[in-house]
């Protein structure tokens, strides 16, 4: 194989780009720019910033369930357990055989779950939230001049 016919092969196989994009052949190639990136440690703020937002409202949540002693759903075996009201399948439902029903269902009183929680080590809104760093910060992920990732 020549040479010649080496290379209308290969052009063949690899054609022109700007020509293929329908532009002119005098058309420079685009230089590859590498996308800036999050820092890291600003994305890690960020995402630390957000979670300390959710654990407040979580508590926030958690202590108005408690204050108001909402009825939450429950499944009928914790309800039962743990001193909830289970409540009676409807009459529609007992006419059907015991293995189509959909299961019973329960309530529990939030003082009650929230109670429970506790017991088992939960520490509702206990944290410092107001010092901490990511909560104070002010950071939008704009770039200073002195940060390097």
């Keep these: 194989m020549s040479i010649q016919s080496f290379t209308e092969k ?12 329908g532009l002119p052949p005098q058309t420079p190639p685009e230089k590859y720019q590498k996308p800036q990136h999050l820092p890291s440690r600003r994305l890690v703020r960020n995402v630390l910033r957000t979670r300390l937002e959710a654990v407040r409202q979580l508590a926030n949540v958690l202590y108005e369930l408690e204050e108001k002693d909402v009825q939450l759903s429950a499944s009928y075996w914790l309800a039962d357990l743990h001193g909830g009201e289970v409540l009676k399948a409807s009459a529609e439902h ?36 107001k010092g901490h760093w990511a909560a104070t910060s002010d950071d939008d992920g704009l770039k200073s001049g002195n940060e390097s990732h």
Excluded: C
């Design 10 to 21: 290969a052009a063949s196989f690899a054609p022109n780009p700007p020509k293929v994009a």
């Design 94 to 129: 007992e006419a059907i055989p015991e293995w189509e029903r959909p299961l019973l269902q329960g309530r529990r009183g939030g003082r009650e779950v929230i109670g429970y929680l506790r017991d088992r080590g939960a520490r509702l809104g206990s944290g410092k939230l």
